[in-house]
């Protein structure tokens, strides 16, 4: 809230410091002629649009939290469903269980080659979608489990985004981040990178 805050209140002094021009050259005590009518009108627009942007942008990208395990899947579900290539960087995939809509939904992406998950070791549920193309990545050798989790959707395309879960105040909170938005996503990715490498090295080796 405190970031939004600041970046409005950066774009209303933007505008004035702009529109001030406008009274500052014009002569005392004369009517606004059309052109400066027509400047001061496109110069609020502007700046209503400014504002409505960053708000919507604030809306769309503030964490969100979720009390219930529920809400946590479905909130998963309709991420990776409609994210096109998808990385899932994970520890034991505990949010998909025995649920078979999620399983079958996570079959689809491996049967079009848009699945990849990186977990410490093989687990069943890993090896069922990997038998269905999806990519599985481990790193046990390592002795090594990080505490991210994330999962990137729309994998090498401008539009990537990244959705990191957290416990925060006795509340799961995933936040999202754009390619270029913030250097969270950047590291995501490097991490991926580093596993993928990481396991492509142990199959040649």
Known sequence: MTNLIVRLLSVLGSSASLLSLIFVFHPSGEAFSAI???????????????????????VSHRPKAFKTKKQIRDYMYHWIDGGGKVCIFSNDLSWVDDDSEMIDMLRRKAEKNELSICIPEMIPIAETL????????????????????????????????????????????????GAGDHPVFAVASDLVEIVTRYSQTRRTS
Not at 151 to 167: E, Y
């Open 36 to 58: 400066e009518g027509i400047l001061i009108g496109f110069g609020v627009v502007l700046t209503a649009v400014a504002v409505f942007m960053d708000i919507r942008d604030f």
């Open 130 to 177: 990997k038998a269905n193309g999806a990519t599985i990545l481990t790193y046990a050798p390592l002795k090594v489990v990080p505490q991210s989790r994330f999962t990137i959707i729309n994998c090498g395309r401008l539009d990537s985004q990244v959705a990191v879960g957290r416990r925060m105040d006795g509340v799961h909170v995933i936040e999202e981040f």
